[in-house]
Structures are given as C-alpha cells and as structure tokens.
T-cell receptor
Framework: EAAVTQSPRSKVAVTGGKVTLSCHQT?????MYWYRQDTGHGLRLIHY???????EKGDIPDGYKASRPSQENFSLILELASLSQTAVYFC?????????????FGPGTRLTVL | AQSVTQPDARVTVSEGASLQLRCKYS??????LFWYVQYPRQGLQLLLK??????VVQGVNGFEAEFIKSNSSFHLRKASVHWSDSAVYFC?????????????FGQGTVLSVIP
C-alpha cells in the first residue's frame, strides 16, 4: 500500500544541536513537502521539492534546510535547533503539480527542543 | 494573501447527531478548497475537495461540504456522526491560478463524538 512514513516519530533535542527528520514515500510521487504545525495553528510550508537533488523554499524556510537525495526520500535538517522550532512536522507527497493536487501525508514527527 | 479561518477550535457532539464544522477563507481569486482529517496517530487524509460545479460536494464516510461564494465559506457537514469520526479536521485552500500547489491550512477543529 502506498504510504508516507516519517522517522523518528518523536524526538527531544537540545538547543543548538543538529536535528534531521526523515521522510520516505512509496507513492512514486515526484513532489514532496515539509510542513510544521504549532498548537492551535494550521500547517505551514517549510520546504518542498519536485525532483531529486533539488529543493525549494516554502513560506517559513528560515532555520531549516532540506535534502532530496532520491525520489523516495526527503529530509528536513535543523542545523542549530532552537526552542521556537518545537512543533509537529509533517511530510507529504503528491503525484502532480497543481492547485488541485491531493497531498498524501505522513503521521508526523513531534519535535521538542529543550 | 490567502488565509483560512476555522473559528471553532473544539466541537463536541453526541453520536448520531448532525455536525457542521465551519471554514471561512480569504482569497481574491478562484480557490481550490479542501477538507482533510487527521485521525489519532495518523497523517492527514483527504475528505473532499472542490473547485467548480455543484457547490455541494460529497466526500468519504458520509461527509459533504457546501461552497458559498457570497460568504467565502466552505463548511463541512455530516448528517449523523459516529464515534469513529473523532479526529482533527483541517480546511485548506490553494490558488487556482499560476499552477501554485501551495496549500494554506486553517487552524484545525478537534471533533469529539461522545456516546
């Protein structure tokens, strides 16, 4: 069954440390996305990618990097984690580019920065 | 810029009762509208989407939504809820022009269905 998986599912990090969140999809989709969700807020787009080895900035890219080494894998990297980056992070994929495309989401990673 | 507002952070209904979850958007053009649901410990799943045609669109599991352009609303409805409908519901909008795939989400509404 096609799916988007994320690892780890939860993580506690220290301020200033490096954090890598991983996403893997078996949907054979070209497009992948990273969102963050803060309590009481909707999801906000951090980075996205439409092809391997290329990433694009979303609405809130500051403090984050992304890496797309293959069609299936998309990572989100926090080089210097900060308290403000405590949130739930969602990865998603879609098979087409366009406003009407359905995105398929992973279960999320809960990141706590102390 | 586009925005989405879900005015109800939490809604509690009894099993078998009808449901309406509210969503209002702000966008100057023609929007694509979505409702996603997040069940506990799972990712978001699409319930339904709308762009044009009949303003009442049917989704999965008996959900429907009505697009009311004059009110900039896209409320989600269900005639009779089940305990398994307990989840977080997100309304989202994207732009119909320029091929932009960016989704703008509302804050989400936590639905609790009580026996």
């Amino acid at each position: 069954e096609a799916a988007v998986t994320q690892s780890p599912r939860s993580k506690v990090a220290v301020t200033g440390g490096k954090v890598t969140l991983s996403c893997h999809q078996t949907n054979n989709h070209d497009y992948m996305y990273w969102y963050r969700q803060d309590t009481g807020h909707g999801l906000r787009l951090i980075h996205y990618s439409y092809v391997a080895d290329s990433t694009e900035k979303g609405d809130i890219p500051d403090g984050y990097k992304a890496s797309r080494p293959s069609q299936e894998n998309f990572s989100l990297i926090l080089e210097l984690a900060s308290l403000s980056q405590t949130a739930v992070y969602f990865c998603a994929s879609s098979d087409v580019w366009g406003a009407y495309a359905e995105q398929f989401f992973g279960p999320g990673t809960r990141l706590t920065v102390l | 810029a586009q925005s989405v507002t879900q005015p109800d952070a939490r809604v509690t209904v009894s099993e078998g009762a009808s449901l309406q979850l509210r969503c209002k958007y702000s966008y100057s053009g023609t929007p694509y509208l979505f409702w996603y649901v997040q069940y506990p410990r799972q990712g978001l799943q699409l319930l339904l989407k709308y762009y044009s045609g009949d303003p009442v669109v049917q989704g999965v599991n008996g959900f429907e939504a009505e697009f009311i352009k004059s009110n900039s609303s896209f409320h989600l409805r269900k005639a009779s809820v089940h305990w398994s409908d307990s989840a977080v519901y997100f309304c989202a909008v994207s732009m119909a022009t320029g091929g932009n795939n960016k989704l703008t989400f509302g804050q989400g509404t936590v639905l609790s269905v009580i026996p």
